[in-house]
């Protein structure tokens, strides 16, 4: 079992910053593809980023914005999100997956764009 613990989400206003953390236990954490993702009031979850030793990928509504990062030595995937829009704001999930077919979340991190 892994766990995944998301931290870092808060109010932040038009224009601002927040980068957000994810620490997945387990002692091959640099082997397991991470991800964020976000559901907002209303809507279905959606794919915001993804990380592995092959490189990044980003939904497009965030390109240029966000940046996801990982710290292996720390068991921690980041997401800076720069820029914020009001419609960036929902809970932010993180996820671990783990081969061969396993798919962790964590409980979610609030972020809010509002002035």
């Known amino acids: 079992q892994v766990q995944v613990v998301e931290s870092g989400g808060g109010l932040v206003q038009p224009g601002g910053s927040l980068r957000l953390s994810c620490v997945a236990s387990?002692?091959?954490?640099?082997?397991?593809?991470m991800s964020w993702f976000r559901q907002a009031p209303g809507k279905e979850r959606e794919f915001v980023a993804g990380i592995n030793w092959g490189g990044t990928v980003y939904a497009d509504s965030v390109k240029g914005r966000f940046t996801i990062s990982r710290d292996n030595a720390k068991n921690t995937v980041y997401l800076q999100m720069n820029s914020l829009k009001p419609e960036d704001t929902a809970v932010y999930y993180c996820?671990?997956?783990?081969?061969?077919?396993?798919?962790?979340w964590g409980q979610g991190t609030q972020v809010t764009v509002s002035s």
């Open positions: 387990g002692r091959t954490f640099s082997s397991y593809y």
């Open positions: 996820n671990a997956q783990v081969a061969p077919r396993n798919d962790y």
